[in-house]
């Protein structure tokens, strides 16, 4: 099993796939690490030499921004926003969708699930017994 950046990679998976199992790497970035440490992109993960496995290595740790690094910069960005009251600040601390979606339907995977309304009498009710 081919370890690189603390990620494992599956088996039996052709490398250009296989890459994009690290946090910060896409399709596109993947063919272009392949492409600059020369290894045939239709290997398996299981075909790859220690040497082909230390030239991605290699490619990555130079050129790519992965995994821990990624995470703490886009979690920097986010609180940057938040700081400066930015209106997409404003919508991350509220935990509504930043990029203009519609929120009176749908937005349920920002919102959570629905929260069940609670009538007006129901809490008069309530209240007067406590």
């Known amino acids: 099993?081919?370890?690189?950046?603390g990620?494992?990679?599956?088996?039996?998976?052709?490398?250009?796939?296989?890459?994009?199992?690290i946090y910060g790497i896409g399709r596109t970035s993947a063919?272009?690490?392949?492409?600059?440490?020369?290894?045939?992109?239709?290997?398996?993960?299981?075909?790859l030499?220690?040497?082909?496995?230390?030239?991605?290595?290699k490619v990555i740790e130079e050129n790519y921004r992965i995994e821990g690094?990624?995470?703490m910069e886009i979690s920097e960005n986010i609180k940057r926003l938040i700081s400066i009251n930015a209106y997409r600040g404003t919508r991350?601390?509220?935990?509504?969708?930043?990029?203009?979606?519609?929120?009176?339907?749908n937005a349920r995977t920002r919102k959570g699930p629905k929260k069940?309304?609670?009538?007006?009498?129901?809490?008069?009710?309530?209240s007067k017994k406590g």
Do not use: C, W
Not at 1 to 5: E, S, T
Not at 97 to 102: A, H, I, L, S
């Open 1 to 5: 099993m081919a370890r690189i950046v």
């Open 7 to 21: 990620v494992d990679l599956p088996e039996n998976k052709h490398i250009e796939f296989a890459l994009t199992y």
């Open 31 to 47: 063919l272009q690490i392949i492409e600059k440490s020369s290894v045939p992109k239709d290997k398996k993960v299981k075909d």
């Open 49 to 57: 030499t220690e040497k082909e496995v230390g030239a991605l290595k």
């Open 69 to 71: 690094t990624k995470r």
């Open 92 to 105: 991350h601390k509220s935990g509504l969708p930043t990029r203009g979606q519609r929120t009176r339907t």
């Open 116 to 126: 069940a309304a609670i009538s007006l009498k129901k809490k008069a009710i309530t």
